[in-house]
């Protein structure tokens, strides 16, 4: 039988942002070390903003992304606005 052997990875590879950005939603990604950004695209709807972070970091990241909605755009989609 044969052995399976993982390949080492890191944990992480930082945060995938979603905030607002004027009157548009903005997704962004900081690095792990926090020493980089990284802006990728702005969306007129929150949600639109929001499904396209979480896919950013499923094809791209591998998943080991964090993402962070801030309070403004959880609002936006809730209806309250800012």
């Known amino acids: 039988m044969a052995d399976i052997l993982q390949f080492p990875r890191r944990e992480t590879r930082g945060v995938i942002a979603?905030?607002?950005c004027g009157d548009r939603f903005e997704i962004g990604h900081?690095?792990?070390s926090?020493?980089?950004w990284g802006?990728?695209?702005?969306?007129d709807e929150a949600g639109e903003a929001i499904a396209a972070a979480?896919?950013?970091?499923?094809?791209?990241y591998?998943?080991?992304c964090a993402v962070e909605v801030s309070p403004a755009v959880r609002a936006a989609m809730s209806g309250r606005g800012a």
């Open 54 to 60: 979480h896919a950013l970091n499923r094809d791209v």
């Open 62 to 64: 591998e998943g080991v």
């Open 30 to 32: 900081e690095s792990a």
């Open 39 to 43: 802006s990728f695209s702005n969306y």
């Open 34 to 36: 926090g020493g980089s």
């Open 18 to 20: 979603v905030y607002e």
